[in-house]
């Protein structure tokens, strides 16, 4: 009974103002703040998170995990360390590769470019690079028929079109002389890889055996590519995946290249996080101000019900909620709403200011998505709602304590 009059007295007390006055005011502005911080980390939280999203779908979902690259030897034998690397508890798949650079020339035009040749049948298992290929299946990208993939930057920057020929320049080392020289060979462009970033604009691929055949070194391969279960125990998985092809080998995982990229999404987490409290909390000042100079507005009204026998439990209380419908309820509320429509619609926003301003603002020759992802998680809107509300009950904690204070007589006697 106490608790429902304390809430239908802190809500009379929130509507009672009178319209134009410093107190009304100040509430609309509570309302106001409280709706905008929190639409806005909403908003940054599942940016944040989609960053991450992107980052899992589109970088570790093709680039290798680890890598094994041969030191002072080249793996002859590489198809039984396929085995013997697989093997290791938490790596899932292993694929050969070659890896090396070369040029492109089409016309008066030259790209260096790095190509990698791989087997298609077990780099799909490996990579998710088969579901960005455009122009051509990956079942039927095979050897021995001259075909090539490109990057769709790469293809941009030449003006180059499915089904073009274009010449590939490569340096060999004759096996004869030992001396290096430049071989060139003319291959087709049978699709691109849609992928943003340096991938898109330095990376080709080509069959294992067409690429083993070019280089002249036989059934060889330069390396060995590796998919963990976790992507975070890349590092110690990949050295045990070494030590155990018992070979003088140099391992890599994808932390040392895009590690970086991670630890930056979690750091503006944790300042997002560091954030919240501290924009929150400038709403609260507000709050508990408005909440001060309310009961300044409504002494009498206090006076009044501490002589009709409210104790201080119920005098606290209406303050309390009074706070609470201000920050928590009714800001914090319209502020979920007005995140989640923006959240929903963000790429849609962010592709109309582009037009608009005719600005890239995030440039696909330069990061690994052309656009700004959203993830929204119900968990990140919770922990703003239970921060919002323990704010709520602190803000308002110090002038109910105030309101408890006041005498009834002095409040009376002076009116």
């Known amino acids: 009974m106490k608790r429902s009059l304390a809430v239908f007295l802190g809500f009379r007390l929130s509507h009672s103002s009178r319209r134009g006055s410093i107190v009304s005011l100040m509430g609309i502005v509570s309302i106001l703040g409280m709706a905008l911080s929190t639409s806005v980390l909403i908003i940054s939280f599942s940016v944040i998170n989609g960053f991450e999203h992107e980052l899992n779908q589109r970088v570790l979902s093709v680039v290798p995990h680890g890598e094994i690259e041969s030191v002072s030897q080249i793996f002859?034998?590489?198809?039984?360390?396929?085995?013997?690397?697989?093997?290791?508890?938490?790596?899932?798949?292993?694929?050969?590769?070659?890896?090396?650079?070369?040029?492109?020339?089409?016309?008066?035009?030259?790209?260096?470019?790095?190509?990698?040749?791989?087997?298609?049948?077990?780099?799909?298992?490996?990579?998710?690079?088969?579901f960005y290929v455009e122009g051509v299946t990956w079942e039927n990208f095979i050897s021995g028929q001259k075909k090539i993939l490109i990057g769709k930057g790469i293809a941009h920057s030449l003006n180059v079109k499915v089904g073009d020929w274009i010449n590939l320049i490569v340096t060999t080392r004759n096996s004869e002389s030992?001396?290096?020289?430049?071989?060139?060979?003319?291959?087709?462009?049978?699709g691109f890889f849609n992928l943003n970033g340096v991938h898109a604009n330095n990376l080709v691929y080509m069959p294992l055996i067409d690429a083993q055949n070019l280089l002249g070194i036989g059934e060889n391969i330069t390396g060995i590519a590796i998919k963990v279960d976790n992507p975070f125990h890349a590092e110690k998985?990949?050295?045990?995946?070494?030590?155990?092809?018992?070979?003088?080998?140099?391992?890599?995982s994808w932390i040392s290249a895009y590690g970086y990229m991670y630890h930056d999404i979690q750091m503006i987490r944790g300042l997002l996080y560091l954030a919240m409290v501290l924009v929150m909390g400038i709403v609260y000042f507000n709050i508990m101000s408005t909440l001060v100079?309310?009961?300044?507005?409504?002494?009498?009204?206090?006076?009044?019900?501490?002589?009709?026998?409210?104790?201080?439990?119920?005098?606290?209380?209406?303050?309390?909620?009074?706070?609470?419908?201000?920050?928590?309820l009714v800001g914090s509320i319209i502020g979920v709403l007005i995140g989640i429509i923006v959240v929903v619609n963000l790429q849609s926003i962010f592709f109309c200011v582009e037009n608009i301003t005719g600005y890239h603002i995030l440039p696909g020759e330069v990061y690994f998505i052309d656009f700004i992802p959203s993830k929204l998680y119900w968990l990140d809107i919770m922990i703003i709602l239970v921060t919002a509300l323990i704010l709520s009950l602190v803000a308002s904690w110090i002038p109910a304590k105030q309101a408890i204070s006041l005498c009834p007589a002095r409040v009376l006697f002076k009116k």
Not at 178 to 190: A, T
Request: glycine content about 10%; hydrophobic content about 45%.
């Open 76 to 130: 002859s034998t590489w198809k039984s360390l396929l085995n013997v690397v697989e093997k290791v508890p938490g790596i899932e798949a292993a694929a050969p590769y070659i890896h090396f650079s070369g040029l492109i020339q089409t016309g008066k035009r030259v790209l260096a470019v790095q190509i990698k040749g791989v087997d298609t049948q077990l780099e799909s298992r490996i990579s998710s690079i088969p």
């Open 178 to 190: 030992n001396f290096l020289k430049n071989k060139k060979v003319l291959l087709q462009v049978i």
């Open 237 to 252: 998985l990949v050295h045990l995946a070494g030590e155990a092809t018992g070979l003088y080998v140099g391992v890599r």
């Open 293 to 328: 100079i309310a009961i300044k507005d409504k002494g009498s009204d206090i006076a009044i019900l501490r002589t009709l026998g409210a104790k201080d439990e119920l005098i606290c209380s209406i303050f309390l909620w009074y706070g609470l419908l201000l920050g928590s």
